[in-house]
């Protein structure tokens, strides 16, 4: 069974700080992650891919992915009240029953205080 | 915006009923998948489509059917409704560039399914 863990939190940081998001996933043939954020009674939003080990930047967000610790994280450079939302972990994997599929953590609630 | 539309947006069942869900997705994005989040939870993979045929499944039976359409919509019909069908079903779409697939996946605002 393929699986993504995340801390369901919450997180609560303060306006102006990072807040540091983390997931682990189980299937080491897995190339591709991703970030999304949910909004409580929205759809997920795709907010950043990364397929590479190292960091990915792009504005107030870094994505950070080790494959060989098997742990992807989201950095939140400057929180801001609007950055409050669920964050999903997902990440491809490709099997002969799933074909190529997103399998999604359970996600992590960040609160942003004012 | 995605591109990725649903309807309905909203829907109410009853036990042992039917239902059909539907998705329209952009030009070009030849990939759909569904999912079925219940509360709290994150999504969990129903099954995927590619130019009009399955070619992945999760863990859901078989009462859990779709059908992919060459003008990019899509359909996913449950059978036999059960209480714990209730949940925020969401359609998800992929690119494909010139036979290259594209694995990020843009969601539709979903429709929430109740079933009493």
């Known amino acids: 069974q393929k699986e993504v863990e995340q801390n369901s939190g919450p997180l609560s940081v303060p306006e102006g700080a990072i807040a540091s998001l983390n997931c682990t996933y189980s299937?080491?043939?897995?190339?591709?992650f991703f970030w999304y954020r949910q909004y409580s009674g929205k759809s997920p939003e795709l907010i950043m891919s990364?397929?590479?080990?190292g960091d990915k930047e792009d504005g107030r967000f870094t994505a950070q992915l080790n494959k060989a610790s098997q742990y992807v994280s989201l950095l939140i450079r400057d929180s801001q009240p609007s950055d409050s939302a669920t964050y999903l972990c997902?990440?491809?994997?490709?099997?002969?029953?799933?074909?190529?599929?997103?399998?999604f953590g359970k996600g992590t609630t960040l609160s942003v205080s004012s | 915006e995605t591109g990725v539309t649903q309807s309905p947006t909203h829907l109410i069942k009853t036990r042992g009923q039917q239902v059909t869900l539907r998705c329209s997705s952009q030009?070009?994005?030849?990939?759909v998948s569904w999912y079925q989040q219940a509360l709290g939870q994150g999504p969990q993979f129903i099954f995927q489509?590619?130019?009009?045929?399955?070619?992945g499944r999760g863990n859901f039976p078989p009462r859990f059917s779709g059908l992919q359409f060459p003008n990019y919509s899509s359909e996913l019909n449950v059978n036999a409704l059960e209480l714990d069908d209730s949940a925020l079903y969401l359609c998800?779409?992929?690119?494909?560039?010139?036979?290259?697939?594209?694995?990020?996946?843009?969601f539709g605002p979903g429709t929430r399914l109740t079933v009493t």
């Open positions: 299937d080491r043939g897995s190339q591709s």
């Open positions: 997902a990440v491809n994997i490709t099997s002969a029953e799933a074909g190529t599929a997103l399998i």
């Open positions: 030009s070009g994005h030849n990939t």
């Open positions: 990364i397929y590479s080990n």
């Open positions: 489509y590619y130019r009009e045929e399955e070619n």
């Open positions: 998800a779409s992929s690119l494909d560039e010139g036979g290259v697939r594209s694995y990020e996946q843009y």
